[in-house]
């Protein structure tokens, strides 16, 4: 053996000192409030992107936005960090071109997802205009990449909550063609477990519901109706109550029950046994957020009775027994209730409802397809 051999170095490769780069660690990101579920939302295109600002606005932090378009999110209110362009020039009202742009860039939108989410949290929550180009054509492959992201990250549920918002009908036909081709891939989805809850945020529904609304405040009044609802139940699902609690576990029953739908009932009269009952049975129908469901296949709801503490002190427990068992009488056979009843910090008495297990809403879907001119 030379002596060459005797003194080889023990090492291989002489590694110059190159600057490493810092490790990056996926911490949890932390919302602004206590609530029962840690939620984060990812909004596609304008619609679905508003709905996501909304909920940024009012302190969940695990939110993000994409889009097609890069003009579309200069006015999105999340941070620059928190939008993603994919595309070049929008859609078009195109669900098949945005479908194309969103598998050739899955990964890179999953990875987006990642960084904005961070750990810890519970569901993801896709939220999509329905109507769009954008949203339409991302709507199923985002569930799908929602779930892979939940699975990676060992999350409690691999199901994914979904908010669409429908488009008004006078958005005209085309419109009309998407909203009805995502809502019913929606459906299905929702049929196979991998959607829960699915929200239906129907804009002309709501456009009924606030007549005197002009353009400006019409889609800010709209979001909030749904995102404020939500919030809602997710915040008092961990409030104590002098009276009777609505809790987590509630809650869960409902969000893992498919379609679900809310709706918010002023009472302004209560000195009789019946006049909130009254109230639910008349106001309710009129009151939710979707058209085209019937509270009759329900099978599961949550029912907040928030008032001041005067107008508590006044009710009688029998009057809000019977406006529980308003509701009840109002679902299909065999339902569950679950009820909590909290002193508010306004002089007035709201009955707040989210009802789920509902079946199709196909009054709706009937609605979109006539309007699309859409063969039977």
């Known amino acids: 053996m030379s002596d060459e051999t005797n003194n080889a170095p023990e090492f291989d490769v002489n590694v110059p000192e190159i600057p490493m780069p810092e490790e990056v660690v996926n911490q949890e990101i932390a919302d602004d409030f206590q609530a029962g579920f840690k ?12 709905l996501a600002a909304t909920f940024y606005k009012m302190g969940y932090k695990r939110v993000c936005c994409i889009n097609t378009a890069e003009q ?33 860039r899955k990964e890179d939108v999953l990875d987006f997802m990642r960084r904005s989410f961070g750990q810890g949290f519970e569901r993801i929550f896709v939220c999509v205009g329905a109507g769009g180009g954008t949203g339409a054509g991302t709507a199923v492959h ?17 199901k994914v909550g979904v ?46 519901m606030y007549p005197s609304l002009s353009v400006d405040p019409f889609w800010d009044t709209a979001n909030m109706s749904v995102c404020s609802l939500l919030h809602l ?10 009276y009777s609690s609505f809790d987590v576990n509630d ?50 709801a949550g029912v907040v009775i928030i008032g001041g503490v005067s107008v508590l002190s006044s009710i009688p427990q029998l009057n809000l027994d019977h406006a529980f068992d308003q509701l009840n009488r109002m679902m299909k056979p065999g339902n569950t209730v679950h009820r909590g009843i909290y002193r508010g910090n306004k002089d007035n008495l709201v009955v707040y409802t989210v009802v789920g297990g509902l ?18």
């Open 39 to 50: 939620f984060a939302f990812i909004g596609s295109g304008q619609g679905g992107s508003r």
């Open 359 to 376: 079946a199709d809403p196909l009054t709706k879907l009937d609605e979109l397809k006539k309007h699309g001119d859409l063969p039977d």
């Open 163 to 208: 908010i669409v918002a429908l488009p008004k009908i006078s958005e005209g036909k085309k419109v009309s063609v998407n909203a009805y081709n995502t809502l019913k891939d929606l459906l299905f989805l929702r049929e196979k477990g991998v959607i829960s809850p699915l929200i239906i945020c129907d804009n002309e529904k709501i456009g009924k």
């Open 72 to 104: 579309d999110l200069t006015h999105i209110q999340v941070p620059p960090e928190r939008k993603f362009c994919f595309g070049t020039g929008g859609a078009g009202k195109n669900p098949a071109v945005a479908k194309a742009l969103m598998v050739e």
């Open 251 to 300: 809650l869960k029953t409902v969000f893992d029950s498919g379609l679900i739908t809310f709706g918010a009932t002023p009472v302004h009269k209560w000195t009789d046994a019946t006049d909130i009952s009254y109230a639910v049975r008349n106001n309710l129908k009129n009151n939710l957020l979707s058209g085209g469901v019937d509270l009759a296949t329900g099978s599961v």
């Open 233 to 242: 139940f997710n915040t008092v699902s961990v409030k104590h109550s002098h």
């Open 142 to 158: 985002l569930v799908d990449t929602a779930v892979e992201l939940q699975k990676a990250l060992r999350c409690p549920t691999e």
